[in-house]
């Protein structure tokens, strides 16, 4: 089995950028993707940015041009930039991976971005 361990997140005023990082627990080889999701309260988890393994990335439209993602694919570790934060990317960030056919999530990282 494989867990997703999360760093980064907190609590960051409008306008300010956090780094978040996703290290899975061993080498993978058979990734295909890994990425964020988010769930702000009320609200139903959606995915944020996902890079696959060629690197393609993917974003939501709400982060693009502001959020970056990065993978080191010599330790398997998935970075989030994310940069020009507003109120409305406040929420539980979720690293998430398709390992083979199978998905995992991480614990989640609350970030809170104030006004």
């Known amino acids: 089995q494989v867990q997703l361990v999360e760093s980064g997140g907190g609590l960051v005023q409008v306008g300010g950028s956090l780094r978040l990082s996703c290290v899975p627990s061993?080498?993978?080889?058979?990734?295909?993707?890994i990425g964020w999701y988010r769930q702000a309260p009320g609200n139903e988890r959606e995915s944020v940015a996902v890079?696959?393994?060629?690197?393609?990335?993917n974003y939501a439209d709400s982060v693009k041009g502001r959020f970056t993602i990065s993978r080191d694919n010599g330790e398997n570790t998935v970075y989030l930039q994310m940069n020009s934060l507003k109120p409305e990317d406040t929420g539980v960030y979720y690293c998430?991976?398709?390992?083979?056919?199978?998905?995992?999530w991480g614990q989640g990282t609350q970030i809170t971005v104030s006004s």
């Open positions: 061993r080498n993978i080889n058979s990734m295909k993707a």
């Open positions: 998430y991976a398709q390992i083979g056919t199978t998905q995992y």
């Open positions: 890079i696959t393994s060629i690197g393609f990335p």
